[in-house]
Nanobody, 123 residues
């Protein structure tokens, strides 16, 4: 089993940037894809981006392309989400999750989840 811990969230002004981290521990060799999702109050959980554990493949939701970048540091067992040009629509709890298939965009395709980190973009 893999354990995931998100960090890097916080309060940022519109137009600013944040880098989220997802630190993985445990049986990470079984985690073939790492995804970022977000969920705002009253909304469904939304796919943001995904990366294969090897880093060879990335996938982004259309609304995130050009602003968000997913990357990984295998030596640190960490996946990052660089978020630029943030706006109020980006306010949400951001979760990382791991799955075993590629491609994977649905929450049901990810078996393990972190606790989430809050991102709040002020007006």
């Amino acid at each position: 089993q893999v354990q995931l811990v998100e960090s890097g969230g916080g309060l940022v002004q519109a137009g600013g940037s944040l880098r989220l981290s997802c630190a993985a521990s445990g049986r990470t060799f079984s985690s073939y894809v790492v995804g970022w999702f977000r969920q705002a109050p009253g909304k469904e959980r939304e796919f943001v981006a995904a990366i294969s554990w090897s880093g060879a493949r990335t996938d982004y939701a259309d609304s995130m392309k050009g602003r968000f970048t997913i990357s990984r540091d295998n030596a640190k067992n960490t996946v990052y989400l660089q978020m630029n040009s943030l706006n109020a629509e980006d306010t949400a709890v951001y979760y990382c999750a791991v799955g075993s298939t590629w491609p994977a965009r649905r929450p049901s395709e990810f078996g393990f989840w972190g606790q989430g980190t809050q991102v709040t973009v002020s007006s």
